[in-house]
């Protein structure tokens, strides 16, 4: 009687096995999984220009809500605790790595009643690319980093070179994670310290200083504006912010529409404060597009898009193995 039960119990065991690695959702299960490592693997160690508490990264949802227009005045008693944005997207050659910070707030060193420079809500990103060599990790080639008007591109090695965008400079990496550095006030970022004046000598000037972040369990909000050791977590945007992609209007999430591919999509996340609708989503940048790509090309399309703002050497596929958004896209 007990070796029929355990007979029985070792077939059920067997049966739940073959259905659950045989079916495609636990294959994509465990590559989600293994894009949540690599994304944990690159992510940047930040080094965040200070002048006040304005300058803390934090989430979309910092205050309780999803009502985008409020973060401005919800900025002062919002929790600021640590999150940075990424995803992932994989073609047959690279994974591309796309990593957003959110700030309630860009202003200026001014007065924002009279400077014309402020505006609620601020996201601004990255996008590292990683060539597929075989080893567990890749090997980083590139860093592309967006400061407001322009995007940026930094080289981890000589084999890659300018294209759309010229090469500004090496990638620096510490510990194996990038390091990016963005300015106090208006939040941009770059690859390389000296780029902004906003990045060490004004939040200096106004008193701050730097606050230095680095991946973690914790989602911390920084003792002070020259904390030098935050850990921040990590969170998808494909399961925080995209769901919410169609939330578009005045006191709404996004607003904004604009057509990509055939579908509406969200340039900017709310805004009414100082300026309206001011902030991109990361599906909304426009920077760095030439005649070649559009609106939402940088991180809907990566594999396009870095490949016409730099030049590789080897193969560089335009399939994906892996894209959710221009799956979903599809799918509508
Ligand atoms: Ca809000
Ligand atoms: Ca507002
Ligand atoms: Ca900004
Ligand atoms: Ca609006």
Redesign the pocket.
């Known amino acids: 009687m007990k070796s029929r039960w355990s007979l029985t119990l070792l077939l059920v065991l067997m049966v739940g096995l073959v259905l659950s690695f045989g079916s495609s959702w636990s294959a994509l299960e465990g590559a989600e999984q293994f894009y949540e490592v690599l994304a944990r693997h690159y992510a940047p160690i930040i080094r965040q220009g200070a002048a006040s508490e304005q300058d803390y990264i934090t989430a979309l949802?910092f205050?309780g809500?999803?009502?985008?227009n409020?973060?401005w005045e919800?900025q002062p008693t919002g929790d600021l605790s640590a999150y940075v944005y990424y995803s992932v997207i994989e073609s047959k050659t690279h994974w591309f790595l796309f990593y957003s910070l959110y700030h309630p707030r860009d202003y200026t060193y001014e007065d924002c009643a009279t400077s014309g420079g402020c505006h609620e809500n601020d996201l601004e990103s990255i996008q590292l690319t990683v060539e597929k060599d075989g080893t567990p990790f890749g090997k980083p080639k590139t860093l592309e980093t967006l400061a407001h008007d322009s995007i940026y591109l930094y080289t981890f090695e000589d084999s890659v070179g300018s294209g759309f965008l010229r090469v500004a400079g090496t990638a620096d990496l510490e510990d194996g994670h990038p390091v990016i550095y963005v300015e106090a006030l208006g939040h941009g970022i770059y690859g390389h310290k000296g780029a902004s004046s906003s990045i060490y000598y004004f939040p200096r000037l106004l008193g701050g200083g730097t606050v230095t972040y680095r991946v973690g369990e914790q989602a911390e909000v920084p003792e002070s504006t020259k904390d030098e050791n935050i850990s921040y977590k990590l969170i998808p945007i494909y399961t925080t912010l995209w769901p919410r992609r169609d939330s578009i209007g005045d006191g709404k999430t996004f607003d904004r529409p604009f057509e990509y591919r055939g579908q509406v999509l969200s340039a900017s996340i709310d805004g009414d404060t100082f300026t309206k609708d001011s902030a991109n989503t990361p599906w909304g940048y426009w920077q760095a597009r030439g005649a070649t790509l559009s609106r939402g090309d940088w991180f809907l399309d990566p594999a396009r898009a870095v490949s016409f703002h730099a030049s590789f050497e080897g193969d560089f596929s335009l399939e994906y193995l892996y894209n959710p958004y221009l799956r979903d896209l599809q799918r509508q």
């Open positions: 949802d205050d809500d999803w009502i985008s409020n973060n919800n």
